[in-house]
């Protein structure tokens, strides 16, 4: 079986150096290369980055095979996927606002959902949605990890390591204003791409904890995982999408050469 790659990025701004990097690491693992575009954020995402970002790949060499799939063109494969939970009895409306997730939440530290809309009577659920409260749709992870049982993972680095879904709760697998969230989409698609190794961020090693239990509960097949370092600048700080100058677009713009930035990311791996 060949080795089938992906970047997925959000078109939420222009690409900088460390999303470069990240989809350097996973075309140059050879094989086939694919793109997704994660933009089910409605009220982030723009249609000129996502072009912005084909270009900045092109203009990198980072040349993908096959038609790019974008997500916001697919949600009525998400709605299936929820069905199928749904109809396991795994899922549940969550109608708490930001303002009461952020109140629940110690300062600073990844939100765990305390549950609180799980324990609603069947009576108060239905009054709400019949009142029109927005309400995400949440997995019930206790449920869940019972139905799923021991899971494992292969992480290059790690070698096969023990699933611990239960750390990141109940996640949210449908947002308020769209049938889909990251977790759910992330997991289908790559499964529908036929993606081998998923190769990503350190920043999203924590999620494959649940990714592996959505893969299980769906049926689908598990990728091999590896997650990249992330780059730093100068002051060792993490780059991030408003750190403008360090956006491809801007790179292009003062000159640099493509293979520039290539030697960078062989001396950073
Ligand atoms: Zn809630």
């Known amino acids: 079986m060949s080795t089938v790659t992906r970047f997925a990025p959000s078109p939420t701004g222009f690409l900088h150096l460390g999303h470069a990097f990240s989809a350097w690491c996973a075309w140059r693992r ?5 793109l997704r575009l994660e933009d089910i954020d409605a009220t982030r995402c723009r249609p000129e980055y ?8 092109r ?9 790019v799939r974008v997500q916001s063109a697919h949600l009525a494969d998400y709605r299936a996927a929820l069905d199928q939970l749904a109809a396991r009895g795994l899922l549940y ?18 939100p765990v959902y305390p549950g609180t809309c799980k324990h609603l009577s069947a009576a108060a659920r239905d009054e709400k949605i019949a009142a029109g409260t927005p309400y995400a749709l949440r997995l019930d992870s206790e449920k869940a990890i019972a139905q799923a049982g021991a899971l494992k993972f292969f992480e290059e680095s790690q070698g096969w390591t023990e699933a611990q879904p239960a750390r990141l709760g109940d996640a949210v697998l449908a947002r308020k204003e769209m049938p889909a969230s990251y977790h759910l989409c992330v997991v289908h698609d790559d ?13 999203l090693a924590e999620a494959t904890h649940l990714h592996v239990l959505l893969q299980n509960l769906l049926g689908l097949p598990a990728p ?4 990249h370092r992330l780059l730093r600048d ?7 999408k408003r750190d403008g100058s360090e ?12 293979q520039a930035l290539l030697a960078r990311f062989e001396d950073e791996a």
Do not use: M
């Open 30 to 34: 050879g094989g086939i290369f694919r």
């Open 50 to 57: 996502a072009a912005a970002i084909l270009e900045d790949l």
């Open 59 to 67: 203009w990198l060499g980072l040349h993908w095979q096959g038609e």
């Open 93 to 110: 409306p969550c109608f708490c606002t930001r303002r009461e997730l952020s109140l629940s939440a110690p300062h600073g530290a990844t």
């Open 191 to 203: 499964a529908v791409q036929n993606i081998t190794h998923v190769i990503r961020g350190r920043d």
């Open 224 to 227: 091999v995982y590896a997650h």
């Open 234 to 240: 100068a002051q060792g700080k993490r780059l991030a």
């Open 247 to 258: 956006s491809l677009a801007a790179f292009r713009q003062s000159g640099i050469q493509p």
